[in-house]
């Protein structure tokens, strides 16, 4: 009887493990294994004897930091990686803004069709990152964008949004457009978790509507919004789909203008994985440091309100 009683107690502790394996595998084999290797090839480069011809001519060899250096040293990564900064100074707050500001709307008793709203504003988000870009692309091209035709029917300037400066809020607003959605859900789910007696509450104490989202609400659903902005931070530091797929439309788009398009560019057009390694480690790495920097700042500002 204890045998059995011992064999039904391990059976049920090793239960959760056995539906962990499946997923644990899969991690393995689909995230941690590619990872891994990507590290190690950051760490190797082709050294190459003579001209380079024949057998053992071209041999892996250990590098060290070199592909490293040599990443720190590459002013077409520095530049991309200051594209992306200024790309996501517009991108984030905008995009996080907006959100916040739908969630507070579609969280008042007033709000007519709320399912249909909340609906559209999602809907951008199931759109592919390279459809949504292709579909932007149209817009913005002046031959053939029905805004261009109605400026020009309007005889209103028409700006060139592929082009210079206004290329940033072209790209921004494909991000904004696509992403608001997906944050908004979470927001405003978050809202409705929310106790009803806290506004009933409020309410009584003769707070406004306005009043009760700028104290209750936004207060309450900060642990939301420091969530999206961990999210948002990722995606920006990612950006690639956008740039990709706009750069035949126009001139000012490089090769190089993300971080994410250089490595793809050195993995696949130089041939040079073992940089391209490199650099795909460093920006992982800047994105891993900026993100639980962030959290842990956050989390410490929590603490400190709670304290007080």
């Known amino acids: 009887m204890t045998s059995t009683a011992s064999r039904k107690s391990y059976g049920v502790k090793g239960a959760p493990y056995a539906f962990l394996f499946p997923a644990t ?4 084999l689909f995230f941690a294994l590619p990872i891994g290797y ?12 003579g001209l ?21 040293q590459d002013s077409e990564l520095l530049h991309g990686a200051l ?14 803004g907006l959100a916040l500001l739908f969630a507070l709307m579609l969280d008042t008793d007033r709000v007519r069709l709320a399912p249909f709203t909340r609906l559209a504003i999602f809907l951008p988000y199931a759109v592919p990152g390279v459809v949504a870009a292709l579909m932007w692309g149209f817009l913005y091209l002046p031959d053939v964008s029905p805004f261009y035709y109605v400026l020009d029917r309007l005889g ?10 206004p290329l940033y809020l072209a790209l921004s607003n494909i991000a904004v457009w696509g992403g608001t959605g997906f944050n908004m859900i979470v927001i405003y789910t978050s809202l409705r978790s929310i106790p009803a007696e806290v506004y009933e509450a409020a309410k009584l104490d ?24 961990f ?17 035949p439309l126009t001139n ?6 993300s971080p994410l398009m250089k490595v793809y560019q050195d993995a696949f057009h130089r041939g040079d994985i073992y940089s391209a390694a490199a650099e795909a480690t460093l920006i992982a790495l800047a994105t891993l440091v900026l993100s639980f920097g962030f959290l842990r700042a956050a989390n410490r500002r929590n603490r400190q309100e709670e304290a007080r």
């Open 25 to 28: 595998i899969l991690f393995a």
């Open 38 to 49: 990507a590290v190690w090839l950051s760490f190797r480069k082709v050294h190459v004897s």
């Open 52 to 72: 380079g011809l024949g057998a053992g001519a071209r041999k892996e060899v250990w590098a060290g930091f070199e592909n490293y250096s040599e990443a720190f």
């Open 83 to 96: 594209r992306v900064l200024g790309y996501g100074c517009i991108v984030v707050p905008v995009m996080l």
């Open 156 to 165: 209103l300037p028409q700006p060139d949004l592929l082009d210079g400066g």
């Open 206 to 229: 003769g707070a406004t509507p306005l009043q009760i989202a700028l104290k209750i609400k936004i207060p309450m659903v900060a642990p939301s919004l420091v969530l999206t902005f």
């Open 231 to 247: 999210f948002s931070i990722i995606a920006t530091l990612q950006v690639y789909n956008e740039p990709t797929t706009l750069k």
């Open 252 to 257: 000012s788009l490089n090769t190089s203008w």
